[in-house]
């Protein structure tokens, strides 16, 4: 196996809805995932995931009601690279997905605020693992 030599750090960023929790999800050509980035020098993980939320959103409300624990993804892109997510509450209402510099274009072309089931069928099974962790957490379900 490859060795992984990139990280990348994101949140899981999570809202009350109507019927319960509501997950944010941005979408980059057809793939569907959470707000994340990679980690640059100096930073740690959280810094990263924190600074990412806010550069592909515009998002800076984040409570981290439960807690700091994190999932790491399985290696992706030929086992290269990893992915760190955290779980953070957002009360935030004005999201947008700003222009990124480096690309003179945003990021992403759509964002949605979906439940647990309306979100897993639109992820990868990478990110779906993600999906299920962080519903056991807001939730107290053990994974």
Do not use: C
Request: net charge neutral; proline share 6%; hydrophobic share 35%.
């Amino acid at each position: 196996m490859p060795q992984v030599k990139q990280v990348s750090a994101g949140i899981v960023l999570v809202k009350r809805g109507k019927t319960g929790w509501n997950f944010l999800l941005l979408r980059s050509f057809d793939v569907w995932d959470f707000p994340k980035g990679g980690i640059e020098q100096g930073e740690d993980p959280l810094q990263a995931a924190i600074r990412e939320v806010e550069e592909e959103t515009t998002i800076t409300d984040l409570e981290f009601l439960w807690g700091y624990d994190y999932i790491d993804t399985h290696p992706y892109r030929g086992g290269s690279k990893i992915a760190r997510y955290y779980v953070a509450l957002t009360r935030q209402k004005e999201i947008s997905l700003p222009i990124n510099p480096q690309l003179g274009r945003p990021e992403h072309e759509e964002y949605r605020w979906l439940n647990y089931h309306e979100a897993y069928p639109i992820l990868t099974t990478r990110v779906r693992r993600v999906l299920r962790w962080a519903r056991g957490v807001i939730e107290g379900i053990p994974e």
